[in-house]
């Protein structure tokens, strides 16, 4: 099946490749030579035959070095994709056979087009064309063969390094990218058991039109590493203190809004704090009563957060109720959020699945997916938790057709990163999430509670460590090295849809859930049905994944369109067939 890639020539730089080695001088006097009159150019050396040429206007260029007899190639640059990505096309082609063409037809196919063979690898053979020969109708030529997988230049394109932001606690945030570090208590994980988050940030840091809500205990306004200029702070935005509707900030102790907000979208590269997966998307704080809310004030929380522009919103808590029609004025928020959010193309909403689960103690103790994780609607993300070595958390619930009494869809969708057990479960492990606190003494930083940190339901109490942590850095008691449970895993999977609709924003609520499940990484060895496994769903999240498909969907989508609906799985098949 071809999927049409859309090439745009450059106008003002080309790729030359000689016969022969060839130094920079010597080139651009050939190059001069060549000209029939002179013009302005700079070389760029790519390697010890091949160099870029920019100038004004490429085209005499290429007609004056086909004439030149040291020349293999000159072609314009092409650009591919809303990124703009150069793509040099030079005198090379790659091309995988299909397993059924017999070397007979691979003989006449090479013979016909006058290539020459450079290699052959298991997975592709580099060929070379003649002299002065288009390399992309060659390419194309072979591709409409019916021989190939595919067939295409050998391009050459710029590199972009991964780099990794100056946030002060950066290296603790193994989530987000994990080589093994020490992160807390001694403690380190498995390389690269993460998100990705670098190489997704290569592509993009998220967008600022893209908004996630945080429906929790409040976010504080002006943090320094979430100023107010990346918040979007709203009247009527408190549901959990009608005299003060207006402020939705966090008090006392009540510190998890704050750290949810910061795994989401903590400020990028501002030299102090954290990073959150999505440090360019914004933050739209939304504040419930988290000890004993009515139904219908989270039902007007997730309205309010919808209808108000949120794409996006995570919630990290939950009823203690198994029935996944528990609160049926929640339904029915949820289901008009997903339908009628983004104008129609449907709010994500990420919930986190709780922590009630404790396999140390019992490898049958698999726990319950509380409401409104398990609510019946298949855009819904159910979020577990995975630990530094790419395992299921501890205290993460495993799906179950038949527990809390054969009620439907307790279901885990995907897992990500967070701390691994309770102290209570495992003696020598706590959280371990990074991220953002109360400024100040209040928060969980220092920390105040005695009761244990076994956390009932969705991240519970503070434990008291006698610890300041951080203790040093800019601002340092801003932040908390002390986040975890599935709380901590559902807004790293928010942010990461934010980065989705930061390359993608035409897609669906269902497009995002598709994208995010199906590109999430099989970890743990567990035994995936369907690409599904009841202890992580479809896998760890992967945000370079996940951003790179969503980037490239907008090319094959006319081929795969119905009413403007992207059919994310039908792509995703036809290329598993190829």
């Known amino acids: 099946m071809l999927i049409a890639i859309e090439l745009e020539e450059m106008d003002n730089k080309g790729i030359v490749r000689f016969h022969q080695d060839i130094s920079q001088p010597s080139a651009n006097s050939v ?22 040429i920019l100038t004004e206007d490429i085209d005499p260029f290429i007609e004056s070095l086909n004439e030149e007899a040291q020349v293999h190639t000159i072609n314009p640059v092409y650009t591919s994709g809303s990124y703009d990505t150069e793509m040099g096309v030079t005198n090379q082609i790659v091309v995988r056979f299909l397993t059924t063409t017999d070397q007979n037809a691979i003989d006449e196919i090479n013979t016909t087009y006058g290539v020459k063979i450079i290699t052959i690898t298991s997975t592709y053979s580099l060929l070379s064309i003649p002299d002065k020969a288009n390399a992309l109708d060659i390419a194309n030529a072979y591709q409409e063969s019916n021989l190939v997988k595919f067939a295409h230049p050998d391009f050459i394109s710029p590199l972009t390094l991964t780099s990794y932001p100056n946030d002060t606690y950066f290296n603790k945030q193994w989530g987000l990218h994990n080589t093994g570090q020490i992160i807390n208590d001694g403690h380190s994980g498995t390389a690269d058991a993460d998100v990705d988050a670098p190489e997704a940030w290569d592509i993009t840091l998220g967008d600022e039109s893209i908004v996630i809500a945080i429906i929790n205990q409040g976010v504080t306004d002006n943090h320094p590493d979430l100023p107010s200029t990346r918040q979007v702070r709203l009247p009527g935005s408190n549901f959990a203190n009608l005299a003060d509707p207006d402020n939705p900030s966090p008090v006392g102790t009540q510190n998890h809004g704050n750290a949810c907000a910061g795994i989401a979208a903590a400020t990028q590269n501002n030299n102090e704090g954290v990073s959150g997966i999505c440090p360019s998307c914004k933050i739209m704080p939304i504040k419930i009563n988290t000890i004993a809310p009515s139904t219908s004030s989270i039902a007007n929380a997730i309205n309010f957060a919808w209808s ?216 743990g060895g567990y035994t995936y049905t369907d690409n599904v496994s009841n202890e992580v769903g479809w896998g760890r999240v992967n945000a370079f994944s996940a951003v790179t498909a969503a980037s490239e969907m907008p090319m094959w989508a006319d081929l795969y369109s119905k009413n403007n609906v992207i059919d994310f799985q039908t792509f995703k098949k036809s290329q598993s067939e190829l």
């Open 31 to 52: 190059i001069l030579s060549a000209l029939e009159s002179p013009m302005a150019f700079t070389l760029e050396q790519i390697d010890s035959k091949t160099y870029f």
């Open 308 to 523: 108000q522009g949120a794409d996006i919103l995570s919630m990290s808590f939950a009823f203690g109720q198994p029935d996944p029609n528990y609160a049926p004025v929640i339904v029915e928020a949820i289901n008009y959020a997903t339908t009628y959010g983004r104008e129609g193309k449907g709010a994500v909403i990420v919930v986190a699945a709780g922590n009630t689960a404790n396999y140390e103690a019992n490898p049958q103790n698999i726990g319950g997916i509380f409401f409104p994780a398990n609510v019946t609607n298949s855009s819904v993300i159910t979020v577990g938790a995975s630990d530094r070595n790419d395992m299921q958390a501890n205290y993460s619930p495993t799906a179950s057709s038949i527990i809390w009494n054969g009620l439907a869809n307790q279901v885990i969708d995907v897992v990500a990163p967070s701390h691994k057990a309770y102290s209570c479960q495992i003696s020598d492990e706590s959280y371990d999430i990074w991220t953002i606190d109360i400024p100040g003494d209040d928060g969980y930083n220092k920390w105040y509670s005695n009761t244990g940190d076994c956390g009932v339901n969705q991240g519970g109490t503070i434990p008291l460590f006698n610890e300041q942590l951080p203790s040093t850095g800019t601002n340092y008691n801003a932040y908390t090295g002390r986040m975890g449970g599935t709380s901590a895993a559902a807004p790293l999977v928010a942010g990461i849809a934010g980065l989705v609709l930061s390359v993608n924003s035409c897609l669906t609520a269902q497009e995002v859930f598709d994208i995010i499940t199906t590109t999430s990484d099989q970890i």
